[in-house]
């Protein structure tokens, strides 16, 4: 046979979203759709809040809100995955949110943070909670100016030896059938300077003050309408980067809600707090992923029209050498982000160390994957002409948002060493 006539080997079958070999007509469905409104919505109006003062974007009437109103109609939210299988909802989970923070990384979290409260409502099963999240933009309340890392120490070990769990300056004191709340979140809570309800995760005191014998704090869950006397906001922050997604201080001043608007009290909040953080270490992972997958593609767009030296990028060997590495991380993290989830959802005993790996891991190698793809471009991909000056600035952000990567190592490592002398895991 000649060789002109020898057969080449095919091209592999690659989905939207990668090396994807087994999704569901559903989920292609679902990918499909969501693909096609973070091209058509978000992706421009991501670019419009970036440029746009924290003191305009999020104003009545913004295109921050024209955003929710569309996304709302994708039907998208936590009621759609009440009743689904845990293992399905894993999956359309990461296909759904990867597409979301493919469009822009900043609103895919601020519809995530958006739909907590109502989540951990349909968890509860109360209809009056439900009712009070139903067509609300949400916020996780869980970090306060000066107990931040502090509130994902799971175990008294891990505390310097003697020294007392941190109880910050927010707090609710639980008083018959009423919970009265005082202090200040952090500037950092996504939607913060304008969600309408709250998911609040603090350290309570029931009676017999805030401390358990072991110098842990107390702790407790609200479902929290935001407009209640006592109740302010901070201004949102300027920032580096994600920023279309609004974060700010909220402010209780003797805020007055029943006890029955409490979702974790003494008895369970350490499983109900771990499920959540969780969740949104889950999600998260699934964020870091889309925000990867948005720079590599558009460097692989890229390197296919730039000439340097008489011919494209892509031809050059150093060039293929540089995507084969990013490509194959932006592969490891998708496929990391899914494990996680699918763990998460389906252990019968999950648990968001692990989760919290999964977060680090995919956010480190996240960045690692934006940096390099800027640096195909040269020098204008500093440049507002491009997005990627944008992707870099939101990529730097997740380094630190829903825990600081290091942190988050440092107690997975401890959770190894737990499993190693308590399990006997990793002895022959």
Not at 31 to 53: K, N, S, T, Y
Not at 219 to 237: A, H, M, Q, W, Y
Not at 244 to 270: M, S
Not at 395 to 406: F, L, P, V, Y
Request: aromatic share 8%; hydrophobic share 40%.
């Amino acid at each position: 046979m000649s060789d002109a006539l020898r057969p080449e080997i095919s091209l592999p079958t690659v989905g939207l979203s990668g090396f994807d070999a087994a999704l569901t007509e559903e989920e292609q469905a679902l990918q499909q759709g969501m693909h096609r409104f973070a091209r058509d919505v978000m992706r421009p109006i991501g670019r419009e809040l970036d440029r746009m003062p924290a003191d305009q974007a999020y104003m009545p009437g913004s295109p921050f809100w024209t955003f929710h109103q569309e996304a709302a109609k994708l039907g998208f939210g936590p009621e759609a995955m009440a009743g689904v299988a845990p293992d399905l909802a894993a999956r359309m989970e990461g296909v759904g949110i990867e597409e979301l923070a493919w469009g822009d990384a900043g609103l895919a979290v601020s519809t995530g943070a958006g739909g907590m409260p109502m989540a951990m409502a349909h968890a509860s099963g109360e209809k009056e909670l439900i009712g009070l999240c139903e067509n609300k933009l949400g916020c996780w309340c869980a970090t306060q100016p000066d107990r931040g890392s502090d509130g994902l120490i799971l175990y008294p070990a891990e505390r310097h030896p003697g020294s007392l769990g941190n109880k910050g300056n927010l707090h609710a004191t639980f008083s018959g059938d009423e919970i009265v709340l005082n202090g200040q979140s952090s500037a950092w809570v996504s939607n913060g300077p304008v969600a309408q309800v709250a998911l609040v995760d603090t350290v309570a005191d029931y009676g017999q003050g805030f401390y358990d014998a072991h110098g842990s704090t107390f702790g407790c869950n609200i479902i929290l309408p935001l407009d209640l006397p006592g109740i302010s906001r901070g201004k949102p922050l300027e920032k580096l980067g994600k920023r279309p997604l609004p974060q700010g201080e909220i402010f209780f001043d003797r805020v007055r809600v029943p006890r029955r608007f409490a979702i974790a009290t003494r008895d369970d909040y350490e499983f109900k707090h771990a499920a959540a953080w969780a969740q949104a270490g889950t999600a998260m992972s699934h964020v870091a992923t889309g925000l990867a997958r948005s720079a590599f593609e558009r460097a692989l767009a890229y390197v296919h029209e730039r000439r340097q030296g008489g011919e494209v990028l892509a031809k050059l060997q150093l060039t293929q050498y540089r995507l084969g590495v990013i490509g194959a991380l932006l592969e490891a993290i998708r496929a990391m982000a899914r494990h996680v989830a699918h763990y998460t959802r389906c252990s019968p005993r999950a648990h968001p160390y692990f989760t919290a790996s999964g977060k680090a891991f995919c956010c480190s190698k996240m960045m690692t994957v934006v940096d390099e793809s800027l640096q195909l471009f040269g020098g204008v991909g500093l440049t507002r002409e491009f997005p990627m000056e944008k992707l870099l600035r939101d990529a730097r952000a997740m380094q630190i948002e829903d825990g600081e990567n290091n942190i988050l190592y440092m107690h997975y490592g401890y959770l190894l060493s737990r499993l190693h002398q308590s399990e006997g895991w990793g002895r022959d």
